[in-house]
């Protein structure tokens, strides 16, 4: 139980970094931004011709009576809905550091040398077009996992009394897990640890991992929230990644302070 503090503790830290050094917050931003921006076009789309896409995949249903074919479409327009919101929980971190690498990248590197005992922070020395296509490629493997458990969850969400009582607990844990994992891949990629080993290591430790992502999958599920996180969130990763490395980290809180203390990192 020590670790859901610890990991609850993580996101404090984080959040309170970005707010003393406020021009990697302003940068941090700016994916965030973009892919809200993104994701709301969907959703608004789908909201206002979801019932068409519905009505034109499901043409056997033409020819039912009144009221079960407006009762069956609307059914499945609900469902198709919910299902866009619920991907739409379990992407947008992925979707937003892909979008964002170059910018999560440096602020990730600032963050190890201003923790780091020594100043330094480990780089990946893989050119910027690998980097991406790694991050791709692992962010796709990751959203498969999550795609089942949301598709599992979501039709155990069925079941009397379970789906409405364990299921949404079990739901927010598991996306805390891969929100978790999507926003340490950024310090752990730099160190070479690859997919298999980065999910390894955080199953170790599931209730620091729970601690960290399972409050900010919460707070993601309020709109516009999810851009203004990230930055810390994304910072705070970096430090639980060093932590579950076993790396040894400077107390960032008594840090120089805010803009003035950052001028030399931003620098």
């Known amino acids: 139980m020590h670790d859901l503090g610890v990991g609850f503790g993580y996101l404090l830290k984080g959040q309170r970094w970005v707010a003393r050094h406020g ?7 700016v994916p965030g931004l973009i892919t809200l921006v993104l994701y709301v076009a969907v ?6 011709w979801g019932d068409d896409f519905v009505g034109w995949a499901t043409p056997f249903a033409d020819d039912w009576s009144s009221p079960w074919q407006g009762l069956f479409r609307g059914f499945l327009t609900v469902v198709l809905f919910l299902l866009a919101l619920l991907l739409s929980v379990l992407t947008f971190t992925a979707v937003t550091l892909l979008i964002g690498q170059p910018f999560y990248e440096t602020l990730s590197e600032k963050v190890d040398r201003d923790v780091s005992p020594d100043g330094t ?11 991406l296509w790694v991050s791709a490629r692992d ?10 458990w949301g598709l599992l969850l979501f039709a155990l969400g069925f079941l009397p009394f379970v789906g409405q ?6 739901g927010f844990f598991v996306t805390g897990f891969f929100l978790t994992e999507e926003l340490t891949a950024v310090a752990l990629q730099r160190r070479g640890v ?5 999910l390894t290591l955080l199953r170790s430790r599931k209730t620091l991992i729970w601690g960290f992502g399972t409050p900010l999958g919460l707070a993601f599920l309020v ?5 203004f996180l990230m930055p810390g969130a994304v910072a705070g990763a970096t430090m639980m990644a060093r932590d579950l490395l076993g790396e040894e980290a400077e ?3 008594e840090g120089e302070d805010t803009e003035s203390g950052s001028a030399s990192v931003d620098g």
């Open 194 to 198: 690859d997919l298999r080993a980065r």
């Open 43 to 48: 959703l608004v789309a789908l909201a206002v």
């Open 223 to 227: 709109p516009f929230v999810a851009v």
């Open 121 to 131: 922070a480990p780089e990946s020395g893989l050119p910027l077009w690998r980097e």
């Open 139 to 148: 962010s796709l493997r990751v959203l498969v996992r999550a795609l089942v």
């Open 251 to 253: 107390g960032s809180d």
């Open 165 to 170: 009582t364990v299921v949404p607990v079990v």
């Open 23 to 29: 021009r990697q917050y302003g940068f941090g931003l």
